[in-house]
C-alpha cells in the first residue's frame, strides 16, 4: 500500500534534511510503491535508485553504494530481512529503513527481525510521508550522516 501522502499532524524540520542530497536505494516489489515513494524522496532532493527485491538491491549496492537503503521486508527472491543481513556484512555503513505491512506474520513481529538484522529504523506500511521524513532527518542529520554524496 502506497504511503499515505494527505497532510498529518506530525511536524518534522524538512530544512537539514533538504540541503542533504542523498543517494536512495528503494528496495520494494510492489510498482505502485516504489513510484509513489520515488516522487516524494525525489521532491525532496535526493537521488533515487530503485530494486524489486533483495536479490537487485545487493547487485546494485555491490556497484553503487548509496547513503540509504529503503527497503520492504516480504519479497519474493529474497526478502528483506536477507537484504538486511547481506547488505550488514559487506557495507555496514548504509543506513537502512524497513517497511512493513506484514504478510504471514504481523508487521511488528517483521519489523523486529529487521532491527535485529541490523536495520537503523523501521516503519509500519502505511505510514504517513513525514514519518519517513522523520526518520530520514534522525539517520541524515550531520552527526549520523556517513559520507557527503559524491556525483
Known amino acids: 500500500m502506497p504511503p499515505d501522502l494527505s497532510p498529518s499532524p506530525l511536524t518534522c524540520d524538512q530544512g537539514n534534511l533538504s540541503r542533504t542530497k542523498l543517494r536512495v536505494l528503494l528496495v520494494d516489489d510492489e510498482d505502485a510503491f516504489r513510484k509513489v515513494l520515488r516522487v516524494s524522496l ?6 533515487v535508485s530503485e530494486a524489486r527485491n533483495g536479490s537487485e538491491a545487493v ?7 548509496p547513503d540509504l537503503m529503503i527497503t520492504d521486508i516480504a519479497m519474493p527472491e529474497m526478502d528483506g530481512l536477507e537484504t538486511i543481513r547481506e547488505i550488514r556484512r559487506y557495507c555496514s555503513e548504509v543506513k537502512i529503513v524497513a517497511i ?12 523486529k527481525l529487521a532491527r535485529l538484522f541490523g536495520a537503523d529504523r523501521v516503519l509500519t506500511k ?8 522523520m ?4 539517520l541524515c542529520s550531520p552527526d549520523h550522516l556517513c559520507r557527503p554524496p559524491t556525483g
Open 42 to 47: 525525489e521532491r525532496m532532493g535526493h537521488s
Open 59 to 65: 547487485s546494485s549496492i555491490a556497484r553503487k553504494v
Open 100 to 111: 512493513s505491512g506484514g504478510g504471514v506474520f504481523e508487521a511488528s513481529d517483521y519489523l
Open 126 to 133: 502505511p505510514f504517513l510521508i513525514e514519518e519517513l521524513v
Open 135 to 138: 526518520a530520514l532527518t534522525e
